[in-house]
């Protein structure tokens, strides 16, 4: 999931609108070492992608992440499908920083439709799990539960998956397709970790996933890299760097990528459905096309 984000201001009547386009951006680029790893300008973690998938699940500590009076992004999930594919089914939470302030928000996502914010309240230092299953073909559970406040929110959704790949992702939002300023974040730290593979509850390990470093194209410095697998088979971290993240151009980028889909705008005016709040904003959702 690549959010866009488009912050303009109408003269008259002060409307803001904050545009956040939501897509997938594959942009991998083999390293050529003997572990199996991969490159990647907008995500950071692990990818199972050696069998079909029909179900995820994973653990993390939502990041304290770094206050700015410019805007930064991330966002940090779990899906299924997305890597090589227009498909992607995930759930997760943004982490966003500008001028009036630093805010969570617990969404998940059925592409091509639009980015769903939930009502669950995060809060950085809470233990948020999500798990996504296929119960029949192609009806879907997403759970997504604040272990931290003990709420949980539950939703059964129809969607045709390629079950192609698994994903335990840190990312780096498109911001006006241009990669955005990655927030400054604490290390995420993933656990519980598991993905059915082929029918079989397997754990992150026994996936054989791929390991991606996000990198800032084009001086090709780290922002951020996931450890290894620990001995459990279920947890990693991901940890920001110190180098300086640079807005790129994401038509400049040399790997390959696949489409960018359609995006939806919050606007702070009450048009639309579903608000949500970032400090001094009250935001709601509208449909939107290119």
Known sequence: MNLSLKLKAAAASAVFIFALFIGHTAA????????????????????????????VSGTWTIPVITPSTTLTSNATWVGIGGRTTSDLIQAGVYEIANSDGVSYQAWYE?????????????????????????????????????????????????YDSSLSTAEWIQERPLVNGTFSTLSGFAPVVF????????????????????????????????LAVPAPVGADGMSFSVMRTSAAS????????????????????LHRTGIGISPWTIPGITWVIQSKTF
């Not at 991998?28 to 029909?54: E, K, L, R």
């Not at 640079?246 to 705008?265: A, L, V």
């Open 246 to 265: 640079t807005d790129t151009s994401d038509t400049e980028q040399t790997e390959p990528q696949d489409q960018e889909i359609p995006p939806f705008e």
């Open 191 to 222: 656990s519980g970790a598991t993905a059915v593979q082929n029918g079989q509850r397997l754990t992150l390990a026994q996936t054989d996933p791929t390991i991606i470093n996000l990198m800032n194209s084009p001086t090709d410095t780290a």
């Open 28 to 55: 991998f680029a083999d390293s050529g070492t003997a572990a199996i790893s991969n490159t990647s300008s907008n995500w950071a973690g692990y990818i199972a992608n050696n069998g079909v998938y029909t179900g």
């Open 110 to 158: 059925l592409l091509p439709d639009d980015s769903t914010p939930i009502t669950l309240t995060v809060s950085p230092g809470d233990s948020l799990s999500v798990a996504i299953l296929e119960t029949s073909q192609n009806i879907w559970n997403i759970v997504i539960t604040n272990n931290t406040t003990n709420q949980q929110f539950e939703k059964t959704v129809s």
